[in-house]
């Protein structure tokens, strides 16, 4: 089932570093930032499975937080970055509904009380609800030490206008696509989109809960709304938008190819098929880490899409018929 690469090789981006260190298993930290006219965009990244990219904006007298980190210790470390600066958080803007956007959530609160909380009231409410047991897995973790998310100080909606320093920063809500609802943010006077997880760069992607047949349309939309600009993802290295845009295009195509093709010949998916094209993925992107750092990350994946197109699992369906079989007796 080993298929011929399709992954467009990225560049190199050369981005000017600033000071922030830690992560977890011993790797480094690096706190990237890109220099602008009136914007620094920062990037506190740690290398390896599970790394996430939440950013924060700097601007003459003021920073805006976007999304807040997986971790409390990796979150502190980001806070004591920005502390340095010695200028305010005024606004802490929440992207959607996955525990490594704001899981660090609490540390960006108890350090900067005065800031504003914002996200979408869909986000709100889908953290409220915590269907899928994302607050849950947090507190789990934490233990006592763990703090709900508080409520937002208010809703922001698509196409607002938010400021950092008067340079404008503008929320684009987009719906059904690696999330029920996600707000991006675009600085159009630097070009730059904070596209969060609408792509993980050379890194697998979680189809959880995702759409996987709206997401690749939302993903064309972005190459012409943001034509030019730097697109900076939810995971991995930023880069330019139509590169990368292509790159997460390619992947879902060849993931969902890989389920309609090898596992879904029958509607049913067995144990041999999925664990065929769990090596095939990673044959066909080798050294990619996982965005959440789950081994069973590309198994839940094949799940996710297998249910969206309507099949089922052999181990579900045998379970269905055992059922069947002890009701008829």
């Known amino acids: ?16 570093l600033a000071g922030c260190s830690g992560g977890q298993s011993g790797a480094e930290d690096e706190a990237e930032a890109t220099a602008t006219d009136s914007v620094q965009i920062h990037r506190p990244f740690r290398a390896g499975p599970g790394s996430v990219n939440s950013y924060w904006l700097e601007g003459a007298d003021e920073v805006l937080v976007f999304d807040t980190q997986r971790e409390i210790a990796l979150a502190d470390r980001v806070v004591a970055a920005i502390r340095a600066t010695g200028k305010p958080v005024t606004a802490i803007v929440i992207s959607h509904y996955d525990p490594g956007h704001f899981g660090g959530l609490q540390s960006f609160m108890e ?26 897995r947090l507190r789990e973790t934490l233990g006592e030490d763990y703090r709900m998310p508080p409520e937002p100080t208010r809703f922001i909606e698509n196409r607002e206008e938010l400021t950092v320093s008067g340079v404008p920063v503008i929320v684009h809500v987009v719906s059904d696509t690696e999330a029920e609802t996600m707000a ?4 159009p006077s630097e070009q730059a989109l904070l596209a969060v997880d609408m792509v993980a760069n050379r890194m697998h992607p979680d189809f959880t809960d995702a759409d996987i047949d709206s997401w690749p349309r939302a993903l064309d939309r972005l190459t012409r709304d943001f034509s030019g600009y730097t697109l900076y993802p939810g995971h991995g290295e930023p880069g330019p938008i139509g590169l990368l845009v292509a790159n997460q295009v390619a992947y879902i195509s060849f993931v969902r190819g890989l389920v309609e093709r090898e596992i879904l010949s029958d509607d049913v998916a067995t144990e041999a098929e999925i664990n065929e094209a769990i090596t095939a993925i990673r044959s066909n992107y080798p050294d990619w880490e996982s965005v959440t750092g789950r081994p069973a990350q590309l198994r839940r994946n ?13 181990a579900d369906r045998e379970e269905e018929e055992d059922g069947n079989e002890a009701a008829d007796g």
């Not at 991006?184 to 600085?187: A, D, F, G, K, R």
């Not at 094949?302 to 089922?312: N, P, R």
């Open 302 to 314: 094949l799940e996710a899409i297998v249910a969206q197109l309507g099949g089922e699992l052999e």
């Open 1 to 16: 089932m080993r298929a011929a690469p399709i992954f467009i090789a990225l560049s190199a981006i050369g981005l000017a």
């Open 111 to 136: 350090a900067f009380p005065e800031a504003e909380l914002l996200m979408t009231e869909d986000v709100a409410e889908q953290i409220g609800r915590d269907l899928s047991g994302y607050v849950e």
């Open 184 to 187: 991006m943010l675009s600085i």
